[in-house]
């Protein structure tokens, strides 16, 4: 199971446009990582992803991001481009 965790990372990173992460917690003794980014330069998606001992990034949950979070992506991403940055 946790090889396919790492191929989905892998393909989902490949086709993730511009990403950044908005939020770093602690749960059930992890630090999570949530982030926002673009998918395939269509859709922005909600990603919460834990980095494994073994070094493996699992994927614990991916959805459409909610109208509110593709505001905040938004505002980085024109942030971002603006000064430069990518």
């Known amino acids: 199971m946790g090889s396919s ?3 989905l990372w892998m393909f989902l990173t490949t086709l993730i446009y511009w990403s950044f992460m ?3 917690i602690l749960l059930y003794n ?3 990582y949530i ?3 673009r998918f395939h330069d269509t ?3 909600f990603v919460i992803t834990v980095d494994k001992a073994d070094g493996d990034t699992q994927i614990i949950t991916a959805r459409e ?4 979070e ?3 992506y938004n ?3 024109r942030k971002s481009t603006d000064s430069g940055g990518n």
Do not use: D, S
Request: glycine share 4%.
């Open 5 to 7: 965790f790492r191929i």
């Open 22 to 24: 908005i939020r770093r």
């Open 30 to 32: 992890e630090e999570r």
């Open 35 to 37: 982030n926002l980014g």
């Open 43 to 45: 859709i922005i998606l």
């Open 65 to 68: 991001a909610t109208p509110k």
């Open 70 to 72: 593709q505001e905040v």
């Open 75 to 77: 505002e980085h991403y």
